[in-house]
């Protein structure tokens, strides 16, 4: 590829991306040259995501693949992810919800984290990308992050928040229910003596 930049390296850009994001979304309320925070977090959350799909495409194109490489991915996402709903909650703190604002981007970011774990745990138990719920006509799961700037450009940060406070540890139950299934039937095989799948 002729470059000295590394895929971990596009990785570290995207963390900084993603922080600077959630730092935007916990001073939403105030401007920065005209244009308020909530605005420069979306349009920054927006460029950490692209960096993260652009991280693991240069790896594979450029043949720097890694088990650590993916690991190290999936715990930047999960930092980004996370602390994407603490900064809205802390930026909504003086908004309807008032202060169950914080606890509810807490909930979320927490539920993130979760996910992560049980991510990794049934990766160890089953392979890379076993955890992956795959594509619905062309949509994955994990675009639907996608939502947070738009709904945060057009001004939708409360309904967005509720929307992660219920929904993320949705998604959490069903990732620990994935995890269950797996993990007994891991359990199973090897119980019977067998190898467990790859």
């Given at each position: 590829?002729?470059?000295r930049?590394?895929?971990?390296?596009?990785?570290v850009?995207?963390?900084?991306?993603?922080?600077?994001?959630?730092?935007?979304?916990?001073?939403?309320?105030?401007?920065?040259?005209?244009?308020?925070?909530?605005?420069?977090?979306?349009?920054?959350?927006?460029?950490?995501?692209?960096?993260?799909?652009?991280?693991?495409?240069y790896?594979?194109?450029?043949?720097?693949?890694?088990?650590?490489?993916?690991?190290?991915?999936?715990?930047?996402?999960?930092?980004?992810?996370?602390?994407?709903?603490?900064?809205?909650?802390?930026?909504?703190?003086?908004?309807?919800?008032?202060?169950?604002?914080?606890?509810?981007?807490?909930?979320?970011?927490?539920?993130?984290?979760?996910?992560?774990?049980?991510?990794?745990?049934?990766?160890?138990?089953?392979?890379?990308?076993?955890?992956?719920?795959?594509?619905?006509?062309?949509?994955?799961?994990?675009?639907?992050?996608?939502?947070?700037?738009?709904?945060?450009?057009?001004?939708?940060?409360?309904?967005?928040?509720?929307?992660?406070?219920?929904?993320?540890?949705?998604?959490?139950?069903?990732?620990?229910?994935?995890?269950?299934?797996?993990?007994r039937?891991?359990?199973r095989?090897?119980?019977?003596?067998?190898?467990?799948?790859?």
């Amino acid at each position: 590829m002729g470059t000295r930049v590394t895929p971990s390296q596009v990785t570290v850009v995207r963390i900084l991306t993603g922080v600077a994001a959630a730092a935007a979304f916990a001073f939403g309320a105030m401007e920065l040259w005209g244009v308020g925070l909530w605005n420069w977090g979306a349009g920054l959350f927006i460029l950490s995501m692209v960096l993260d799909r652009g991280d693991g495409d240069y790896a594979r194109q450029s043949g720097q693949t890694s088990a650590a490489g993916h690991k190290f991915d999936l715990i930047a996402d999960t930092v980004c992810n996370a602390i994407i709903f603490i900064g809205l909650g802390i930026g909504l703190r003086d908004g309807d919800w008032g202060g169950w604002a914080v606890p509810m981007g807490m909930l979320a970011g927490a539920s993130v984290t979760i996910i992560l774990w049980l991510v990794m745990r049934m990766e160890n138990l089953a392979g890379a990308r076993s955890a992956e719920l795959g594509s619905f006509m062309g949509f994955d799961p994990d675009d639907a992050m996608l939502a947070v700037p738009i709904l945060v450009f057009l001004g939708y940060q409360e309904p967005l928040l509720i929307a992660a406070a219920i929904g993320a540890p949705g998604f959490a139950l069903l990732f620990a229910v994935q995890w269950g299934i797996k993990y007994r039937a891991r359990r199973r095989t090897l119980a019977d003596g067998g190898q467990p799948e790859q």
